[in-house]
């Protein structure tokens, strides 16, 4: 835990070294401030609205609360457990307007790995309580999945049809009509990975699908616990996928006690021309979706970086969310979304 912090207003910022001219009686005196005062003190901001203002004029992404809970412990019908929760996910709409919210659940019964997908739905994006769904998947030996291993979906919406990926022994994928009843595309992965992928539409730039994901690689990086992050490259989301698989190091240093949680989940979308690379909730931004460098933008949870993850952008009617599990806090045990806006 760190401890609350005040910020003092300080006009030095402005008028270390003001000069200027005032009138006394009948006379104007050349006068400066060398020395101002702090006049008052104020309470931070909350973390889910901080955000630094580019002097560039650019954008930085900015938390408007509150936080909404979609979503909490699922009413497991098969390999229930009290310590099954929720964690990586996907948020998208069906073509029949519904809300799908696809969560790997860990800690499960479930024999091997202990995970599996679930499914809620919402008529609302924004609503509390969606209503559970029941498992939507768990590993199936005939697509070549690990034991109890099924994690990380990302949802990807292209011309007339839903895609799915998700890891199980790589990079496996699903397709849909209507984004409600998915077949998996062949019964192996489509590209080897480690785990929790995310997909960015770059063809405009590039005429390129990017597949950005942790990769566990034993002598990589002992200081995040040899976790880092790696990118493929595709025409067609169905492959082939590049060979080659880019590293892009994370950047934020590691946390202590959770020395790879950068090395997680990653995120990067595109607005305002440019791109932004999210390591949990700490934001970067760059002109080129495979090159990165700090500091970041912006820091969306400066007092506890770490009480929710592996962000998730979905948009409606215009407006972005960003939708995060908890990992820490009072109810853990749930996915939470807060609104998104962009400023310069």
Request: hydrophobic share 35%.
């Amino acid at each position: 835990m760190t401890s609350e912090r005040f910020r003092i207003f300080d006009v030095s910022s402005w008028a270390r070294i003001q000069l200027g001219l005032v009138r006394l009686g009948l006379a104007w005196v050349f006068v400066s401030a060398a020395h101002p005062t702090p006049l008052f003190a104020q309470r931070p901001l909350e973390p889910s609205t901080s955000a630094k203002a580019d002097p560039a004029g650019q954008l930085t992404p900015h938390l408007i609360g509150p936080w909404v809970k979609l979503v909490g412990q699922p009413p497991l019908e098969k390999w229930a457990s009290p310590k099954a929760e929720p964690v990586d996910f996907t948020v998208f709409q069906a073509d029949d307007g519904r809300w799908q919210l696809i969560s790997c659940i860990r800690h499960t019964t479930h024999p091997g790995g202990t995970r599996l997908l679930y499914r809620w739905s919402s008529p609302e994006l924004t609503q509390e309580g969606w209503k559970p769904e029941g498992i939507f998947l768990s590993s199936k030996p005939e697509w070549d999945h690990a034991d109890g291993t099924v994690q990380a979906p990302f949802h990807v919406r292209d011309a007339d049809r839903h895609y799915l990926f998700y890891n199980s022994r790589g990079g496996h994928l699903m397709t849909s009509i209507d984004g409600i009843d998915f077949e998996p595309v062949g019964n192996q992965a489509v590209f080897p990975m480690g785990r929790d992928v995310c997909i960015l539409d770059d063809r405009q730039r590039s005429g390129q699908w990017i597949a950005y994901y942790t990769s566990p690689e034993p002598g990589i990086n002992p200081a995040t616990r040899d976790h880092t992050i790696r990118a493929r490259t595709a025409k067609n989301l169905e492959g082939p996928w590049s060979d080659t698989a880019i590293e892009i190091p994370p950047i934020t240093p590691p946390a202590e006690g959770y020395t790879f949680v950068y090395a997680e989940s990653p995120l990067v979308v595109k607005r305002g021309g440019v791109y932004f690379r999210f390591e949990q909730l700490e934001v970067f931004r760059s002109d080129d979706p495979l090159k990165w460098g700090g500091p970041p933008v912006a820091r969306l949870a400066p007092r506890d970086p770490l009480k929710r993850l592996a962000p998730e952008i979905v948009t409606h009617d215009g407006q972005d969310y960003l939708v995060a599990y908890q990992w820490r806090g009072r109810d853990p045990r749930g996915i939470y979304l807060a609104r998104l806006v962009w400023k310069p």
